[in-house]
């Protein structure tokens, strides 16, 4: 982790406590129930109208492959969050409170997480949804990009992720996306290309005759 990082985490970490309500919401919004069933909801709706089915159907594919990824690299490349050190007091059962007199340097509004931060699965996967419908559907892919944007910020913003960890991430969503649509489109081609001799076929005015 440079220097530069470390700076950009602490000034976004030390942000006003008045954007709490939106940073917070953005970072924990999926674990709440009424979050869930909204974009239960949202992709319900995008899935019946059939202008966002395909970003939909991207988009409900990409996420859990970006969240993999991310995971595989979590895995193979075990780099610590901020709030690290302070789950570690806590987990010895130290308060929080005093485990963040003792690191004052991270500012947490959230529990803290002592796993690996290697690249941010929030960012990864609002930004893999973000791009699926950015190319399937514009009108709603900007408001995912500003959503999967804001995202990844609230994780620095929180206390529990680096910015190269959230940068990651996004890069983490943007490969998953690329494959999923490349490998949509490919197999997509491959049905245009087997039934055009059979439309062929059937079109022809000798196609009827003995």
Same mark, same amino acid.
């Given at each position: 982790?440079?220097?530069?990082?470390?700076?950009?985490?602490?000034?976004?970490?030390?942000?006003?406590?008045? &954007?709490?309500?939106?940073?917070?919401? !953005?970072?924990?919004?999926?674990?709440? !129930?009424? /979050?869930?069933? +909204? *974009?239960?909801?949202? +992709?319900?709706?995008? *899935?019946?109208?059939?202008?966002?089915?395909?970003?939909?159907?991207? %988009?409900?594919?990409?996420?859990?492959? #970006?969240?993999?990824?991310?995971?595989?690299?979590?895995?193979? +490349?075990?780099?610590?969050?901020?709030?690290?050190?302070?789950? =570690?007091?806590?987990?010895?059962?130290?308060?929080?409170?005093? =485990?963040?007199?003792?690191?004052?340097?991270?500012?947490?509004?959230?529990?803290?997480?002592?796993?690996?931060?290697? %690249?941010?699965?929030?960012?990864?996967?609002?930004?893999? $949804?973000? $791009?699926?419908? +950015?190319?399937?559907?514009?009108? !709603?892919? &900007? =408001? &995912? $990009?500003?959503? #999967?944007? @804001?995202?990844?910020?609230?994780?620095?913003?929180?206390?529990?992720?680096?910015?190269?960890?959230? @940068?990651?991430?996004? *890069?983490?969503? !943007?490969? =998953?996306?690329?494959? /999923?649509?490349?490998?949509?489109?490919?197999?997509?081609?491959?049905?245009?290309?087997?039934? %055009?001799?059979?439309?062929?076929?059937?079109?022809?005015?000798?196609?009827?005759?003995?």
């Amino acid at each position: 982790m440079g220097s530069i990082d470390l700076a950009v985490f602490r000034w976004v970490n030390r942000w006003p406590d008045a &954007w709490s309500p939106l940073l917070v919401g !953005l970072s924990e919004g999926n674990k709440w !129930l009424g /979050v869930r069933v +909204f *974009l239960l909801a949202l +992709f319900a709706v995008c *899935l019946a109208w059939r202008p966002a089915r395909r970003a939909a159907l991207t %988009a409900v594919v990409a996420w859990p492959l #970006a969240n993999g990824i991310t995971e595989a690299l979590k895995w193979g +490349f075990q780099a610590p969050r901020p709030s690290a050190p302070v789950a =570690a007091l806590v987990d010895q059962g130290v308060t929080i409170a005093e =485990a963040l007199n003792r690191h004052p340097e991270v500012i947490l509004r959230v529990a803290p997480l002592g796993s690996y931060g290697t %690249a941010s699965a929030h960012s990864a996967n609002m930004m893999a $949804v973000a $791009v699926c419908f +950015f190319v399937g559907y514009r009108p !709603l892919g &900007w =408001a &995912w $990009v500003a959503v #999967a944007i @804001l995202t990844g910020v609230s994780r620095v913003y929180v206390g529990v992720h680096y910015p190269y960890q959230v @940068l990651l991430g996004w *890069l983490c969503g !943007l490969l =998953a996306a690329f494959v /999923v649509i490349r490998t949509l489109g490919a197999w997509s081609d491959i049905r245009q290309r087997r039934a %055009a001799p059979q439309e062929a076929e059937a079109a022809s005015p000798d196609s009827g005759t003995v």
